[in-house]
């Protein structure tokens, strides 16, 4: 079946750092991948995107990156501000045709931010 | 302004009693979905719905029912044979193009 591995946390940062938030899947076929961010409290919320190969989602300075070959969608941002403080999601979703497609997620990492 | 809207934000629930988690949409999305999610731990399928009058058990749905009797509506029950019932629960919707969409969230509490 279907899984996505992140790596484990908790992850602190100062302000201004470079961030690197691994995430790797196993799946059949060709699956979209997706960051969701979860602030304290609140559901989640859609930070970006890619629905094949080779393609870069980016949004509010996050970017990621499908890559098929090493079957990756690692998040980087390149300055963390305290306001990125959160729980990040990587996920994938199954892409059956003619189907609303069923998201399977990592177990999230908790981001905090030093000012 | 569209979106999906759960209620309560809190609920709590004695033993041996069953509660209904509210889930609206005004996004006009045909499928919708309830996770539950437990520190520590990723989201987990419960239940989801592709379209009206129809809806399939997800990975965990042992203890919960739903319905789909509306296109904006998903109410989630919670009943008495879900013996670890604590965690907050997320309702989400999708146009079929992979994407989701999340509600706010309801915490239940066991008192």
């Known amino acids: 079946g279907n899984s996505v591995t992140q790596m484990e946390g908790p992850v602190t940062l100062s302000e201004e750092a470079f961030l690197t938030i691994n995430c790797t899947y196993t799946a059949t076929g060709y699956p979209s991948l997706f960051w969701y961010v979860q602030y304290p409290g609140e559901g989640l919320q859609l930070l970006l995107k890619a629905t094949k190969a080779d393609d870069k989602g980016s949004n509010k300075g996050f970017e990621a990156t499908y890559r098929k070959e090493t079957t990756s969608f690692h998040l980087e941002k390149g300055s963390v501000q305290v306001s990125d403080s959160a729980v990040y999601f990587c996920a994938l979703s199954d892409n059956y045709t003619g189907a609303n497609s069923k998201l399977t997620f990592g177990k999230g990492i908790t981001l905090s931010v030093r000012p | 302004d569209g979106g999906i809207t759960q209620s309560p934000k809190y609920l709590f629930r004695k033993e041996g009693q069953n509660v209904t988690l509210s889930c609206e949409q005004n996004l006009n999305h045909d499928a919708m979905y309830w996770y539950r999610q437990d520190p520590g731990q990723g989201l987990r399928l419960i239940y989801y719905s592709q379209i009206v009058n129809d809806f399939q058990k997800g990975d965990i749905a042992e203890g919960y029912s739903v319905s789909r009797e509306k296109k904006e509506s998903f109410p989630l029950t919670v009943t008495s044979a879900q013996k670890n019932p604590t965690a907050f629960y997320l309702c989400?919707?999708?146009?079929?193009?992979?994407?989701?969409?999340f509600g706010p969230g309801t915490r239940l509490l066991v008192l």
């Open positions: 989400a919707s999708s146009t079929g193009q992979g994407t989701q969409y």
